[in-house]
């Protein structure tokens, strides 16, 4: 039979979505559908010739974790394999900014948790008293939980609320842009509470964690990237699709997806245009597909759009080495909330990946917005490289303009999984089973990592491809009955 499907939203998860579909040979047609001019969503790379060598800028994300399979899985049947690099072994320092200097991140983070005694002794980070306070996590038992808790609260009762304010909450709040106190610890770092459990002690069920954790030779990174940036990805799997007849549609906004027949969908765009299909996967932004969905079930449509997205800004400037007077000696630095300040982080991406400056020049990426601010944030280019030229003036001394700047608004892009996030997850899957054919991908659910985003639009084209099966093996019941 002649099944085709169509995809909407041409970011990470969407473009996996159409890679894996491609593969099952279940489809006579796949079609993605974006509504902006080029592919890859969030990931944006610019590569700008510059004395016989490159800046490689990223406006979005910068690397992934290698940890998660499916990148590195995805990566490798591209032929990515060889052009994936790690971050720089031999200058590995993280900062966290602490009363506007920086200090060293403790040694000994073992799933971002500290686990080195000598190291938490000496960091300025914390308090005497707060690390005291600390130690409880060794005597304190595991506490019975009714229900979703959050990230704050949880690393507050087993660490103190200093650790979390000046350590923990810059590092895993960070990722998502959030507010580590409405984030939820479920839909966000789940293993704590197993460690809790499983452990009776944060540090002591790291330290267990690590020591069962397979040994890699050498120093394999946690965090990878192609040779000239995340935008290879997208450009070999466009090649791919390319190769193999998937119709690849840019500009093109959908309005909205309803049933053509109980069993065909119409996916409808912007244009008037009607694109009839035996499956869809929104691989949109939460709210978006909430939106699209609006006339076809209301109540998850509701759902879909209660998932907030923060807005964030990268402004990426180079520097002649010589006008930088601190040694960039590590990845950068992270900000906790309590600091103040507007930026959330700062990338010292030539030293990360020497490869993406020219020699003599450093390559350095401010991090701006964060859940709860991020509707100050300006959102105009002059505005935003001013803030980041302030933020380096103040941190690391650079008063020289730089010789190049670039500035990336992304607007709603964020998701926060806030309290309440699994059960909102519950109701999305239960809605879904109404709706045989129709699948979600994307960052809006569970992972917002590109790994995660991978894999999202992986098992969509499992559920769609199950659901359809669930469903013709019940009609052929049905009629042989
Ligand atoms: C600044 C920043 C830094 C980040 N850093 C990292 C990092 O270092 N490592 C990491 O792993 N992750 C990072 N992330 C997160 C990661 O980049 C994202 O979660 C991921 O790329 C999202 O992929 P996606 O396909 O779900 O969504 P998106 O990339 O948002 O793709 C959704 C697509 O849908 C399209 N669309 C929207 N509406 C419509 C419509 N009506 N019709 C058709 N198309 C539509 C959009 O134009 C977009 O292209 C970062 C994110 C940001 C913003």
Known sequence: MAMK??????????LSAAYYAANTNTYSQITILESDSHWGGKIMTERVPFEGGNFIIEG????????????VALCKELGLGERLHGTNPHKRNTYVLHRNRLQPLPD?????IPTNVQS????????WFGKARMGFDFLQPAKAVNGDESLGAFVSRRLGREAYENLIEPL????????????SLASTFPYLRDLELKYGSLARGALAMRKKAPSTPGSRSAFLTPTTGLAEIVEKLVDHFEANGVTLRLNTRVASVQHLTPDTWNVILDSGERLESDSVVLATPAPVSGKLLEALDPALASVLQSIHYASTATVSLAYRLGDVPRDLDGYGYVIPRREGRRALACTWTSTKFPHRAPDGYALIRVFVGR??????????????LALAREELQLTLGISAEPILSRVFVWENAMPQYNLGHPAKLAQIDSALGNHPGLALAGNGYRGIGIPDCINSGKVAVEKIIESRQVENSLSLEATTR
């Open 172 to 183: 895993m709040s960070g990722i998502y842009a959030g507010d580590g106190d409405q984030l």
């Open 60 to 71: 979005g994300p910068d690397t992934f974790l290698a940890t998660k399979p499916w990148g």
């Open 371 to 384: 859940a709860g601010q991020d509707a100050d944030m300006p959102r105009d280019e002059t505005s935003l």
């Open 108 to 112: 000994g983070l073992a799933m971002m």
């Open 120 to 127: 938490i002794l000496k960091t300025r980070l914390v308090s």
């Open 5 to 14: 499907l169509v995809i909407v939203g041409g970011g990470i998860a969407g």
